[in-house]
Nanobody, 118 residues
Framework: QVQLVESGGGLVQPGGSLTLSCSASGSIRSIPVMGWYRQAPGKERELVATFTLPDSTNYADSVKGRFTISRDNAKNTVYLQTHSPSPEDTAVYYC????????????WGQGTQVTVSS
């Protein structure tokens, strides 16, 4: 089995910064894709950013230029740096990973709350 454990959520002021981390553990051969999604109250879950090996990144238009996704492949960890967040970024952020064990399948973290407020 594979587990994704997120950390780094919390309260951040508008214009501040926050870094989320997500580490994968288990019987992992490789992780072709890692990324972040978010879900705000009353809204559907949406893509924030993904990192596809070897070095391809993809961002939602709403976060381009403000958020940065990165990976530490040796640690099976993905990061999301939020720069100058706004209240509209308030949501539960979910880590996502497409993992190759014996088969290729998707996994989700439990979610971490990010609240942007003064």
């Amino acid at each position: 089995q594979v587990q994704l454990v997120e950390s780094g959520g919390g309260l951040v002021q508008p214009g501040g910064s926050l870094t989320l981390s997500c580490s994968a553990s288990g019987s992992i051969r490789s992780i072709p894709v890692m990324g972040w999604y978010r879900q705000a109250p009353g809204k559907e879950r949406e893509l924030v950013a993904t990192f596809t090996l070897p070095d391809s990144t993809n961002y939602a238009d709403s976060v381009k230029g403000r958020f940065t996704i990165s990976r530490d492949n040796a640690k099976n960890t993905v990061y999301l740096q939020t720069h100058s967040p706004s209240p509209e970024d308030t949501a539960v952020y979910y880590c996502y990973a497409m993992v190759l064990t014996g088969v290729l399948r998707s996994y989700w973290g439990q979610g971490t709350q990010v609240t942007v407020s003064s």
